[in-house]
């Protein structure tokens, strides 16, 4: 079966300090692969997803880059870090070419101080 | 943008009733989906409904879709204190790998 692991699970980082989130998904090959943030209380924005190796989209504008060195793994990261990255950082892989439904990490809590 | 929102924001019920949560788009879509986040947990995937569906069960689960008001509604039956969490659709436009979310209705359920 497959799972996606996604770590760490919490972070605090003070402002200006470099960041590296990463994951993995095991079970599958050439999975769509997707970062959103969580802000307190409100949806999900999508930051950046994958549909292959070296192959990234962003959505938004940020201080924020994934890469995505091996099929089953995306790194989220910066070089400094600024108060408004904290949020709740969820990893999420998709089945290529099917219908779109999302399988969800359990996601990593950033807090920039 | 094809962002759902859904209504209400917050909804509490007690053990036992139904439970009926909204969501509103904007554009044409593929699919809408809706997810389940438990407090400080990932999302898990409920239930898929196709544009060309009009209404899919899953368990408790029913959601109905109605692509001419852009608006589909997700009902949980009999509910239950273990599906306290917030819930949230989301829809597929052109491309299918790309899922845009609403934000959310945090539906408690008291015992």
């Known amino acids: 079966s497959q799972t996606i692991h996604q770590w760490p699970a919490t972070l605090v980082q003070p402002v200006g300090s470099p960041l590296s989130l990463e994951c993995t998904v095991e079970g599958t090959s050439n999975p769509n692969l997707y970062w959103y943030r969580q802000a307190a209380g409100r949806g999900l924005q999508l930051l950046f997803y994958s549909i292959g190796i070296g192959q990234i989209s962003s959505e938004v504008p940020q201080n924020l880059s994934a890469s995505r060195p091996q099929d089953r793994q995306f790194i989220l990261s910066s070089k400094k870090l600024l108060l408004s990255d904290s949020g709740f950082y969820l990893c999420?892989?998709?089945?290529?070419?099917?219908?779109?439904?999302?399988?969800f990490g359990e996601g990593s809590r950033l807090t920039v101080l | 943008s094809q962002q759902g929102e859904e209504d209400p924001q917050a909804l509490s019920i007690q053990e036992g009733e139904n439970a009926t949560m909204n969501c509103s788009y904007k554009t044409s879509i593929n699919n809408l989906q809706w997810y389940r986040q438990n407090s400080g947990r990932g999302l898990v995937h409920l239930i898929l409904i196709r544009s060309n569906e009009r209404e899919k069960h899953s368990g408790r689960l029913r959601v109905t879709l109605d692509t001419s008001k852009k608006s589909s509604s997700l009902l949980i039956t009999a509910s239950r204190a273990a599906d306290t969490a917030s819930y949230f659709c989301?829809?597929?436009?052109?491309?299918?790998?790309?899922?845009?979310f609403g934000k959310g209705t945090l539906l408690t359920v008291n015992p």
């Open positions: 989301a829809t597929s436009g052109g491309s299918n790998y790309k899922l845009t």
């Open positions: 999420a892989w998709s089945v290529r070419g099917l219908s779109g439904e999302l399988f």
